[in-house]
């Protein structure tokens, strides 16, 4: 069964820092192109990061994306945070391996239930 479960959100002034982790299970993750994506209310969901290398331009310089295959794990390292960085973040695995990224939210078959992440000013 696979599962992944996000941590390390929570609520930072602007300038700051966080890390999120997203946890799997159930699957291999070296072997899946993952990502991180963020919505915030009223906004559609956004990739934010990939691990093909892949970043949104408002976070290129900032954000850094990472794995640790050991513990099966991705990382979001997020510095120079800014309040419009203000959003629930998701990280996600398409449904096969092998297949690579895609910016698409829809390209993706799992996804963690998200963690929030709120800067102020």
């Known amino acids: 069964q696979v599962q992944l479960v996000e941590s390390g959100g929570g609520s930072v002034q602007a300038g700051g820092s966080l890390r999120l982790s997203c946890a799997a299970s159930g699957f291999t993750i070296s072997s899946y192109c993952m990502g991180w994506f963020r919505q915030a209310p009223g906004k559609e969901r956004e990739a934010v990061a990939l691990?093909?290398?892949y970043y949104a331009d408002s976070v290129k310089g900032r954000f850094t994306i990472s794995q640790d295959n050991s513990k099966n794990t991705l990382y979001l390292q997020m510095n120079s945070l800014k309040p419009e960085d203000t959003a629930m973040y998701y990280c996600?695995?398409?449904?096969?391996?092998?297949?690579?990224?895609?910016?698409?939210?829809?390209?993706?078959?799992?996804w963690g239930q998200g963690t929030q992440v709120t800067v102020s000013s």
């Open positions: 996600a695995a398409p449904g096969a391996s092998g297949i690579g990224c895609a910016k698409s939210a829809q390209w993706y078959n799992y």
């Open positions: 691990i093909s290398t």
